[in-house]
């Protein structure tokens, strides 16, 4: 039966690139990309010339019809990312959907991942963890993703752009608190690859000046209750919630700003909030 292969591509350094993954690559009728510039490069450091389509988010829709006829045809075919393990943050859910429904058979060809590799080489609890992906760039559900991290108990990894990293840390802090541990991991196997270790804070003064270059991948520590800033001002938390909500300020924002100001979890700050609105 015709086969759909998910084939994890080198993160950065192209000898991490597996055999079974560059004999498949080699064998396939077509390679389904992201870019297809980038996948060449790689092709070409494997010796294999086969055709490539690209697959990106504007145009999955119109590809998985596509794929679904040359499969029919009995065409094997290969999905693989940029860079890493494809459907992590990158394309491809709804074609593996749809030739999963259809009948074919979905093969992964396992290998690297940016998730894991940032994990493992953090410093921080590597299960339980969980990975959220990017963070909404703003609005409520950039607010729900930061609470959710502040509160988990599991070590998360996010991926962050490089130019919205500082926003992150900021943000990190406001929901985390100051002390939360984490690590910072920019251009993995790469030449110029980098781990900062150490607390939001210490991470918001090491990236504060000069420009952040390379794919970004964040570890957050899980909540644990330290690193909240010790004991909560409780009065001073009411007092400033006070102040926000008579200035016409939203609870959610007064929680943020509560947080940021004292340096406490948002989930602590949005308590200390809903008390004095309630009150």
């Given at each position: 039966m015709a086969t759909l292969y998910i084939v994890s591509t080198p993160i950065g350094n192209l000898e991490d690139v597996t055999r079974r993954a560059g004999r498949i690559l080699g064998e396939v009728d077509a390679v389904l990309a992201e870019d297809t510039r980038r996948t060449g490069v790689l092709l070409r450091h494997l010796g294999v010339s086969r055709p490539l389509w690209s697959l990106h988010a504007?145009?999955?829709?119109?590809?998985?019809?596509?794929v679904l006829e040359r499969l029919a045809g009995g065409e094997d075919?290969?999905?693989?990312?940029?860079?890493?393990?494809?459907?992590?943050?990158?394309?491809?859910?709804?074609?593996?959907?749809?030739?999963?429904?259809?009948?074919?058979?979905?093969?992964?060809?396992?290998?690297?991942?940016?998730?894991?590799?940032?994990?493992?080489?953090?410093?921080?609890p590597a299960v339980p963890f969980s990975f959220l992906g990017f963070v909404p760039r703003k609005g409520e559900a950039r607010a729900a993703t930061l609470d959710r991290v502040g509160q988990s108990e599991e070590t998360v990894v996010l991926f962050e752009s490089p130019e919205r990293l500082k926003a992150l840390l900021e943000d990190l802090s406001g929901a985390c608190g100051p002390e939360r541990r984490v690590a910072v991991a920019r251009e993995l196997t790469k030449l110029h690859e980098e781990f900062f270790r150490g607390t939001l804070a210490e991470a918001i003064r090491y990236y504060q000046d000069g420009a952040v270059r390379g794919e970004v991948t964040v570890v957050v520590a899980a909540c644990s209750g330290e690193g909240t800033g010790g004991e909560v001002d409780a009065?001073?938390?009411?007092?400033?919630?006070?102040a926000l909500l008579a200035d016409g300020v939203r609870p959610s924002h007064a929680a943020r700003e509560v947080a940021r100001r004292l340096g406490i979890p948002r989930n602590t700050a949005y308590v200390l909030v809903q008390d004095v609105a309630e009150g």
């Open positions: 504007h145009n999955e829709a119109e590809r998985t019809s596509q075919l290969a999905l693989v990312s940029d860079a890493g393990t494809p459907l992590v943050s990158d394309p491809g859910e709804r074609l593996v959907a749809a030739v999963l429904a259809a009948g074919f058979d979905v093969v992964p060809v396992p290998g690297p991942s940016a998730v894991v590799t940032a994990l493992v080489a953090s410093g921080l009065e001073a938390g009411r007092a400033l919630a006070r």
